[in-house]
Structures are given as C-alpha cells and as structure tokens.
C-alpha cells in the first residue's frame, strides 16, 4: 500500500537524524527535532520549512501544546525550551 497522491515535503531539511515528531493540534504544523542541535517548524501544506529553532546539544523531543501556540523542545543539553509560536 502507498501514502496515496500526498506530496513529499521537500527541502534540505536536518542534517542529522530525526528523534521525535509531532503535528499541531490543528494538523497544520509539523515539528521535527534532531541530531543536528535544531528543531524544525514545517508547514504541512505547503510543504515547506517556516523556522528553525536551537538548541546546544541533540533535540530529543518536541511536543506541541494543546492550543497549539507553543511548542517545547527538549535536548541532549538537559534544557527543556518552550517556543511562542502563535
């Protein structure tokens, strides 16, 4: 079975391996944190990237609130980030 006729987001993306995921409570954002010390915002559907965020060492989680205007992150660094993102 395929994914159906769903594009593929396509962009230079992480340089790293992706740790965790999540979509926006509405669905419209993709989160995605990685090896390469960045969290990456992704607008579904558009398909394209919106913003990077920073941390100093690996992001091992992100997680969106439930209203969806802040998204945490949390690292390698043991620092727990939390982003205004509305």
């Known amino acids: 079975m395929g994914c159906g ?9 992480h340089r790293g391996d992706v740790n965790s995921v999540a979509f926006s409570p509405d669905g419209k954002l993709l989160a995605s944190g990685s090896d390469d010390t960045s969290a990456k915002l992704w607008d579904v559907n558009a ?12 992001v091992l989680a992100v997680a969106f609130s439930p ?3 802040t998204l ?9 980030k939390l982003w205004d993102i509305a």
């Open 47 to 58: 398909g394209h990237e919106i913003a990077t965020l920073g941390h100093s060492g690996k």
């Open 5 to 13: 006729n769903r594009e593929r987001i396509e962009n230079e993306g």
């Open 67 to 69: 209203d969806g205007k």
């Open 72 to 80: 945490a992150t949390g690292g390698s660094d043991h620092i727990v």
